[in-house]
């Protein structure tokens, strides 16, 4: 354990301000390990040559602010990965889709350049589900990323969650301190869940959404996936941040997330909705749920049930409207600008042959399902409805916050499913979404924590919802439910520790 | 005479136009790429407007301030909150795959039109509404032998669509509403209204009924590039509609083409082979809030329209409504003519402006704006007159003149010696010698042939070179005849 790529975030932050190791050696001990976890596939691109450029401008800049050269940023030094549904300037950027084939931007997303800004530096594109539609990280161009951890006795390959399962798995196998995800109906959080990591969505509008790959404009946010809740809230800061480029973009201060983590959670009122309570929940799941409803009692809390009663309709409304706005995001992935094209005789030709050969099996499902509750005579009946819906699911989450501070609930329905399974049955596949779809749905702040295991041995994680921009208070609880679980095992293949 | 007439009987045409104006605006709708026209294609395109991989439209100020200041301009209600829908449908111009529109919630509501008409008639026609929206980029098909080339330079340009009511009854209305509209556009600074640079396009909804009848089937007609060709469009198309119904036919609802080389109007889609757009709201962009603040901050710094000017020129300049429809029809020639009219007889600076000037511009397809003879040089020539330096006959000589050297009329007058000549002596001398010339001819008006006196007046004219004062003439003359 004593290996650099071993450091949570603020471990090797706290060693580099030091100056027991440098930026270099960090970032080389990182490169080693992505290279050795290469079999996870967590990678679309690896970027070492950038990292270690960006490592050792980061020394030099240390140099200089040691000597009273201005301040290192907030993330000096530390290497990370980045979703590749960021747009970054001169490196691939793929979606993990066939259709972007070779498309390399001329510009760099918000969230990325103010990554860069704060000192860190990236090692690499992360895999992903197709334009970020999938829960296992399966629906993948570039084939599907395998999960570090495996189950005890078993040596079945696990999908890591999706869509961001690269940055879950990159992270969780100790090749990144920490990397970005994107979080439509879960994306970062059921990832998170599965792989034993801490992932944290935070409120619609707190990260930019300018230069990442559009999925569900409505939903999509930006986020940090690290190893602790103080690396997520080191992360989340530098990441964060009004943009006048994005109009959805809030005009708000960042608070110092790092700074709320260890105001405790005495005196909090934590809401458990009841409808979390599904039927068929496994028995371990439910005791999990109840451990961590006991951790915060023990820390001063006070659990208080509430009513979301519209629950049940957010999976369906989310896949009305996220494949509806998916639809429409994906028309101008047409073969005629950039990326892939596959000529025809006729123009109508060459739209078939390359939105059929570009886009895989899942988002063309999507797409179809989107034009499909668009269209005239539908409209009314599916996508309106759903936004209705929306609405009133939206009007729950806010008279619970009437009478509670956080919500408390699982992360998924169930661990990590082999690569494969569920493959065959979208609606499966859709149900692990269920605990997350609503907070998207709502604009709201959620976090997965790592909790404890299955029986079998895999992590499974506690899901934290709070108001919209009180991020504070989610971090407060994150670090509670964090601190009492004490979660500390480890997946079976971990890069640098010689397993 | 609003009726066309069929084989079995009368027929009412019913009009309706929806009108495409580009926003006069330094930056696209939402993004900063420039819109000026005629530039290198590909040139002024934003990473946006290319709908590059996770870009993100931002609304641009100025091109809300225009839709609203045209609202405001055509008496319409403001609403101050409105929502951008997308519009979906595949082509090459179109990179998003969608085009941002508003759909049922523009930005401007209900408003009215006066139309002018001749003989000095008005007639008001409804506004339903103004949306903004993007225009799409321009297919290039004549480039190359297989392949079409994009320029995507007017992809994301802002649009006003102004949508009328179907109020207009002949082409003649539908040409008025055209120049009207153009007309208040230019005024409040809002589109050029230039037509053949594509800044201003018009459809045409066409439907034909007995009078009476409830409206009949309508067809639209696309993309019609100038008045004229929508007069002719919709002239067609209503006789096409008629021809077919007293046939026993029925009209299709569909979408036409203009076809300019014969005159015709021909079926591009129909209604089952129309688009289904798909609209729905931009989730990338919030609602569009504005405040009455602003609104009325934009109607306090509203300039005097055509309507109010007009009305202003008959009560303070004591035009007829005609004239001051003609005058006002264009910001810079009623500019134009105030200026001539300043502290002088304003009907006779009507008449000069919309005689002389009009025919001189007409003539050289000049434009007011680049007027040979300016506000002041005119209303200086009238100062000539006024003093009776000049006689009118002779001013018109000046102005010729004037028109084509551009110089003053004093310095006309001053080169070719056009001055009038009033000394009552020296028209004296001119008079005695004609009526010696002509002692048969005053004898005869002696013996009572009272119609000679113009031909006296005529030979002293002409005698003078015209430059006599035809005033003192008279006078001289009937001294003379009459001792």
Known sequence: MSELNCLTMAQARDGLAKGDFTSVELTQAHIAALEASRELNAFVTETPEQALEAAKASDARRVSSNSGGGEAGSMEGLPIAIKDLFCTEGVLTTASSHILDGFTPQYESTVTANLWRAGAGMLGKTNLDEFAMGSATVTSYYGPTVNPWRRSGDDKKLVPGGSSGGSAAAVAARAALGATGTDTGGSIRQPASFCGIVGIKPTYGRCSRWGIVAFASSLDQAGPMTRTVRDGAIMLGAMAGHDARDSTSADREVPDFEAALEKGVKGLKVGIPEEYQMKGMSPELLALWDQGKAWLTAAGAEMVPVSLPHTKYALPTYYIVAPAEASSNLARYDGVRYGLREEGETLQEMYENTRGEGFGAEVTRRVLIGTYVLSAGYYDAYYLKAQKLRTLISRDFREAFDKVDVLLTPTAPSPAFAIGEKMDDPIAMYLNDVFTVPASLAGLPAASIPAGLSGDGLPLGLQLITHPFDEETMFRAARAVEDAAAFNAEPTLMAGDGS | MTMLQGNTGDWEMVIGLEVHAQVISEAKLFSGAATAFGAEPNTQVSLVDAAMPGMLPVINRVAVEQAVRTGLGLKAEINLVSVFDRKNYFYPDLPQGYQISQFPKPIVGQGTLILDLAGGETREVGITRIHLEQDAGKSLHDQHPSNTFIDLNRSGVTLMEIVSEPDMRTPEEAGAYLRKLRSILRYLGTCDGNMEQGSLRCDANVSVRRAGDELGTRCEIKNVNSIRFVQQAIDYEARRQIELIEEGGTVDQETRLFDSGNGTTRSMRSKEEAHDYRYFPDPDLLPLEISQGFVEEIRASLPELPDAKKERFVSDYGLGTEDAG?????????????????????????????????????????????????????????????????????????????????????????????KQVSDSGAIEAEVDQVLQAYADKVAEYKGGKDKLFGFFVGQVMKATGGKANPGVVNEVLKKKLGG
């Open chain 2, 326 to 418: 003609l005058l006002t029809a264009e910001r810079a020639t009623a500019d134009f003519y105030e200026e001539v009219a300043k502290g002088r007889d304003s009907k006779l600076a009507c008449n000069w402006v919309t005689g002389e000037l009009f025919g001189v511009l007409n003539k050289s397809g000049l434009g007011i704006g680049d007027s040979p003879v300016s506000a002041a040089a005119l209303g200086g020539l009238i100062d000539l007159i006024a003093d009776g330096t000049l006689s009118g006959r002779l001013a018109k000589d000046v102005f010729e003149a004037m028109a084509e050297t551009g110089k003053e009329a004093s310095v006309v007058v001053e080169e070719k010696g056009l």
